[in-house]
């Protein structure tokens, strides 16, 4: 059973920065691609930014310039460096893996991130 779990997220004021964790437990890490989303209050669930196995990545407009995704497969995590946040930032953000081979998604529980001062 393939398990994510986030840690990282909390409050901090804008222009403020945090890095959020994930880490894969269940599966061959290097067969998904990985991912972070973001879901406020009352919005859709909309993606954040991403990185296929090989390290290519990929991030909505709004994050680039201030957001970097990297991950780590030697211990099956996967991190989001935010910097410049903004309060429009807050948001529960989910780790999202993909398995490649049968295009199945899994969601960690969520981590909440509030921008404010």
């Known amino acids: 059973q393939v398990q994510l779990v986030e840690s990282g997220g909390g409050l901090v004021q804008p222009g403020g920065s945090l890095n959020l964790s994930c880490v894969q437990s269940?599966?061959?890490?290097?067969?998904?691609?990985m991912g972070w989303y973001r879901q406020a209050p009352g919005k859709q669930r909309d993606l954040v930014a991403t990185?296929?196995?090989?390290?290519?990545?990929y991030y909505a407009d709004s994050v680039k310039g201030r957001f970097t995704i990297s991950r780590d497969n030697a211990k099956n995590m996967v991190h989001l460096q935010m910097n410049s946040l903004r309060p429009e930032d807050t948001a529960v953000y989910y780790c999202?893996?993909?398995?490649?081979?049968?295009?199945?998604?899994?969601w960690g529980q969520g981590t909440q991130v509030t921008v404010s001062a």
């Open positions: 990185i296929t196995s090989s390290g290519r990545t």
């Open positions: 269940g599966g061959i890490f290097i067969n998904y691609h």
């Open positions: 999202n893996g993909l398995r490649l081979i049968t295009q199945q998604n899994y």
